[in-house]
Nanobody
Framework: QVQLVESGGGLVQAGDSLKLSCAASGLTFSNYAMGWFRQAPGKEREFVARISTSGFSRYYGDSVKGRFAISRDNAKNTVYLQMNSLKPEDTAVYYC???????????WGQGTQVTVSS
């Protein structure tokens, strides 16, 4: 019954901001590190960001450092991705995922489309 549901994607212009949400259910949310990934057409899945169970530690892919920020609200079972200064190359389907260990992501959401126009 584990479910991860992303929301907040859409069409924006370069330089705009967008905030994605991922609501989790069916798991003890605070026991899972959470990550964001993205995949553009014809490209491999790319790591975007990861946040530890408590929110104390955060990691980012090089392409988004300084522009994106991951956060979580364990009381709401929700992880967020704040995206600023968006670029056309950020266009992709964005997925959230839950990880019980450092190496593996056990659960994935359905994805939400983010499109950034020039």
């Amino acid at each position: 019954q584990v479910q991860l549901v992303e929301s907040g994607g859409g069409l924006v212009q370069a330089g705009d901001s967008l905030k994605l949400s991922c609501a989790a259910s069916g798991l003890t949310f605070s026991n899972y590190a959470m990550g964001w990934f993205r995949q553009a057409p014809g490209k491999e899945r790319e790591f975007v960001a990861r946040i530890s169970t408590s929110g104390f530690s955060r990691y980012y892919g090089d392409s988004v450092k300084g522009r994106f920020a991951i956060s979580r609200d364990n009381a709401k079972n929700t992880v967020y991705l704040q995206m600023n200064s968006l670029k056309p190359e950020d266009t992709a389907v964005y997925y959230c995922a839950a990880s019980r260990t450092a190496a593996n992501y056990a659960y994935w959401g359905q994805g939400t489309q983010v499109t950034v126009s020039s």
